[in-house]
């Protein structure tokens, strides 16, 4: 495996006015022999309260089956150090992040309850898993704790998400036919037991969204927020249908609300030229008054579309509503291309919305700031 596949892992530190940041690597994956490290770290980052960061790669870890690792990053008086903490062999491949109680909150994970995970693979069924890494003394105790029998939990950047109550919830992204567009899952957190809230692309022409990506979030009513990649009713339905999936659409936001009743959001490209963007693979956030944040890709290297949007959803009026934030390419806006990934908040005062960008037509990407 050569080592123009692994990327890495980086800090940023803003000066003391927040004009300019000051950037650190931490990590170059496939640094050990055979990439025994892993390669292609995905996901996000977790931390935990003595501030030791923990993540994924999909790929790496083994030659003859590199389905990635999960690995563990510690600080010391020389820089970090990767230990890897995983190797995924025929238990599947990891694409999304770790979970844990209390993450919601923003809480550090506190080293000693269960992290958690899905795979796309493996399993009982050949169709991934929900793991569980539990500390024990001198290293962690993998287990697989559910093993999907359909649809597989989906190959983006998806972590569970579990709130106070322990309850899990998740998305698969099912596959390139209307009879699996993905679901929308809750899982027991006692038994483990799952059930499907909802299955996408089951309306006429996948009006409620099809194959789901991007983290899932609630607000603090319990309301459930997440996004799909096509789907939904736009203006670009015949070339969004031309990715080569047999869905109609540039995809959806939905909610799945406490009373359990799936509604749309927003559809995609609804208006003319997709100028409220398309192809929202990051999910949303949600912050304290219950707007929605996110970002939507474009993909200008299928249309021309555009470059991607930041943009924001807020309910007003019994019925929500989108503002474009930032639309990249614009340049009294923002530099870059291509914000395939989700946002975070600053949660320190700021209110800032931060992402990357992966790059178009010469553009290596980039770390983006925008004013909340």
Known sequence: MANTTAAWRFRLVPNGDRTKWTYYDIHNFCASKNCSDGA??????IIDSAGNLYGTTSTGGTTTA??????KLTRGANGWTLSVIHTFKNDGAVYSGLSYV??????PWNQVSPLLGVTTQGGKYGKGTIFELTPNGSGFTYKIIHSFKTSSPAAFD?????????KMYGLTSGNSNVDDAGTLYEVDGGTFQVTILHGFCKLLNCTDGAVPAGPLTKDHSGNIFGTTV????????????STGFYFNGCGVAFEYSVQKKFSIVHNFCSLIYCGD????????????SGTLYGTASD???????????VFSLSYTQNQWSETVLCEFGDPNCIDGAGPSGGLTMDGSGYLNLFGTTYGWQGSPGNVFEIPH
């Open 40 to 45: 292609l770290p995905t996901s996000e980052l």
């Open 66 to 71: 590199p389905l990635g690792v999960v690995y």
């Open 102 to 107: 209390g993450q919601h909150t923003g809480a």
């Open 158 to 166: 998806n972590p569970l998400y579990i709130d106070s109550s322990g």
């Open 230 to 241: 096509l789907g939904g009713v736009g203006n670009g339905e015949s070339l969004c249908a």
């Open 277 to 288: 963007g398309a192809f929202p693979y990051g999910g949303v956030i949600v912050d304290t």
């Open 299 to 309: 993909r200008p290297d299928l249309f021309t579309f555009g470059y991607g949007k």
